[in-house]
Every structure is written in C-alpha cells, then in structure tokens.
C-alpha cells in the first residue's frame, strides 16, 4: 500500500442478523459510487491477497456466521477496501450490539469528487444510523475530544468540545462525533434536530437529501484540516448548534 493521504468511511448502524443483505448491498454500492471499482479480493491468513471469483455469494455465505469480511480491489497502487465489525452491547451507545462498516479510498481528485456518493451508498447499503468521511487524521483529533473523567477538562486541546464516551449515549441514532462529510439518517437527523431550516440555513447549502430520506451534510467545502482556523471554526460552530451530538444535552 502507498503512503498517500486517505479518506476514511465508518458507519454505524444495526447488527447484522440471519441472512442479512446488508453487507453485500454496501460492497456494491461502493462499487456503483466509484465507476470501474471491482472489490474481488481478500486477504488470507498469510496475509497475501487471493482472488474471490465468486464474490457475491462468498460474501452471503460470511455473513451468515455475523462475519463483514475484508475486501479490496487488489491494486496495491490504488487501493480502496471495505470490511466490517460487529460490536458487543455494552461498548456502544443504548447498549446495543452494532456493525461498524469500514472504507478506504485515496484522497485524489477521483476519491474527492465521489466521496458524497461513496458514503450515501455504503451507509444506506448498511442501513446506518450515522457515519462520516473524514481524511485519514481524524482519529486521532477525536480520540483527544473524548471524556473519560468527569473532572477532565471541558475542551480539548483544539477548543473543541468533550465529547461522551459511546456507552454513555442514550441511543445509537446520536453521532457520537462530527467529521468532513456526515451521514444522518432520518432517525439521526431527528435525534439532533436537523434540519431547523431558521438555524441550518448555512449547513443546508453543504447538505443533499438521501434516497433513504437521510442527509449527507459537508461541514467545509475541502477536505476537514484541524491545522486551518476557518475549519475549526465551522466545527465549534456544528458542535454548538447540535449539543446532542457526543451525548453533551438531551433534547
């Protein structure tokens, strides 16, 4: 794998269930998102790639046991890849079990420009509640933002606001974080309270409606950089106008 910079997609939505379609449908919906995309190959325990010739049903079959398993293209120039996790109740917020999708693209110009489409169709694929598309850093800048203390601090070294740890958000429809591109569903959106059309006027010319009746809203017109004021700016200001997200208010 290159060195190149990386744009990251989680998504957070139900655990997957007995002949779930779910993982397949955000596979090729990443696909459809980036034209001429084939994710085919896996990685084996020798941690060599192999050729999946029969993708589809491969990929049923594992899931069948709860699994989400690794998935790229293959090309070690220009990889993208998608993979799943199932995580246990009592990590995550309302307490219940959840799948967590996980992408990768380059952050070109080609990665760039379908970044919008790419997280619609992986997250309403996944039938998710939330998720975002941020450049490779943002962990690191979130990971600073949690609260785990009450007698921590109210800001985090950027000035950004603490944020609860999952298991302390009261349901699993609250974005526990921001990052560049926010995925809401509708029941997201409804938990935070967007769109208000007198508070969003602003974040509605960044956000487009879903084919799901969700949002994908854009907090800033590049890529999110903690290092640019401006973008930092437009963060505080988000974080501000939705306190519910990090589990800060009840509405």
Not at 45 to 74: H, I, M, Y
Not at 107 to 132: P, S
């Amino acid at each position: 794998m290159t060195a190149r910079r990386r744009l990251v997609l989680i998504t957070h939505g139900p655990a997957l269930v007995d002949n779930d379609s779910r993982a397949l449908a955000a596979v090729k919906g990443l696909e459809r998102a980036l034209p001429g995309l084939r994710l085919t190959w896996r990685v084996t325990e020798e941690r060599q790639l192999a050729s999946v010739p029969q993708r589809d049903e491969w990929l049923v079959e594992a899931t069948k046991d709860g699994d989400f398993p690794f998935l790229c293209n293959g090309d070690k120039s220009y990889p993208v890849t998608i993979s799943g996790q199932q995580t246990p109740a009592g990590t995550n917020p309302g307490r219940q079990p959840l799948l967590n999708v996980h992408a990768e693209l380059p952050m070109d110009g080609a990665g760039l420009a379908a970044a919008t489409d790419v997280l619609e169709a992986v997250a309403e694929g996944a039938c998710a509640y939330w998720g975002h598309t941020s450049p490779d850093d943002y962990g690191s800048e979130v990971s600073q933002q949690m609260r785990h203390s009450v007698h921590g601090p109210e800001r985090s070294p950027r000035g950004l606001p603490m944020l609860n740890l999952p298991w302390h958000i009261r349901s699993p429809a609250i974005p526990q974080y921001l990052g560049w591109l926010n995925y809401w569903s509708a029941a997201s959106a409804q938990a935070i309270g967007f769109p208000n059309p007198a508070r969003d006027a602003d974040l509605l010319t960044r956000a487009r409606r879903t084919a799901a009746g969700g949002w994908i809203v854009r907090l800033t017109d590049t890529p999110l950089d903690y290092d640019d004021p401006t973008h930092l700016d437009a963060l505080k200001r988000a974080y501000e106008r939705f306190p519910e997200i990090g589990g800060r208010s009840t509405p």
